[in-house]
């Protein structure tokens, strides 16, 4: 899909600016607390069922420095210090975030990217200005270098944002973030895990040259090419973004995969 829907219309730049700051969304996991139905009298002991493994954690985050300040807030209380701290490490950047539940709406948008949707109303950024332009009729057409326009001047603000800063930021936030990951419905999950999953993802989008061909069955703009209109939804933005500045966030993206990894304590 590829009109202007806000589903996919500016988060992806939001990770590379603060896939770091990420949280999600009020997608709580509900579990039956229903009694099993008694056993007849005779019957022998089912056996313990075996106790899952462990979630093996692949990119841990280290642990706060000694003598750091580590008191937090309540997650649901966040809002302003993480708006205070990401205006602080990154100037600029604020005026494009949703400020209210900042870091649950991070954390969902970034569990999404690799989804074939992007959840509108948890979404933590403001969609970018300006409409959708194709190229073309509703049964032939291209994707218009003019939309790749209306993501400049925020790949621009990306390039200059100091990625080490951000991860610095996101670090001290890191339990909030967790504890977002885990309400999301995955109690056993590790959200830098899975942050790392969705950057590679990212990396992984193909670079195209040449126009790239579109279709319009219903209302809304489709890749022409079924494989690309199958891919994740973060890929399509990129994609939709244009070659120069889809080059431009995957170096930001390399950029804060590393740092990411850096931050990881050693064994």
């Known amino acids: 899909m590829l009109d202007d829907d806000p589903v996919i219309n500016k988060p992806l730049i939001g990770v590379a600016i603060a896939v770091l700051l990420a949280a999600g969304g009020g997608i709580y996991y509900w579990y039956s607390h229903r009694a099993p139905p008694p056993e007849p009298a005779l019957a022998a002991a089912a056996p313990a069922p075996a106790p899952p493994p462990e979630e093996t954690i692949a990119h841990p985050v280290p642990a706060p420095a000694a003598g750091a300040d580590t008191a937090l807030p309540a997650l649901n209380d966040s809002d302003g210090a993480i708006d205070a701290a990401l205006a602080e490490a990154a100037s600029g950047i604020s005026e494009y975030w949703v400020p209210t539940d900042m870091i649950r709406h991070i954390v969902v948008t970034v569990d999404n990217l690799l989804r074939q949707k992007v959840a509108v109303e948890k979404r933590p950024v403001t969609p970018v200005a300006g409409t959708f332009v194709a190229d073309g009729d509703e049964l032939h057409a291209t994707l218009d270098v003019r939309n790749f326009e209306r993501y400049e001047s925020l ?56 126009p790239v061909e579109l279709t319009r ?51």
């Open 155 to 210: 790949v621009h603000l990306l390039e200059k944002v100091d990625m080490q800063r951000l991860v610095a930021v996101y670090l001290r936030f890191y339990p909030l973030f967790q504890k977002a990951y885990q309400d999301l419905g995955y109690p056993n999950g590790y959200f830098n895990d899975r942050l790392v999953q969705v950057i590679d993802g990212l990396l992984a989008t193909p670079q195209l040259s040449g």
């Open 217 to 267: 069955p219903n209302v809304m703009y489709v890749f022409a090419d079924p494989a690309l209109e199958a891919r994740p939804a973060g890929q399509k933005l990129l994609i939709r973004m244009g070659p120069d500045n889809e080059t431009a966030v995957k170096a930001k993206l390399t950029e804060l995969r590393a740092d990411l990894t850096a931050a990881a304590p050693k064994h």
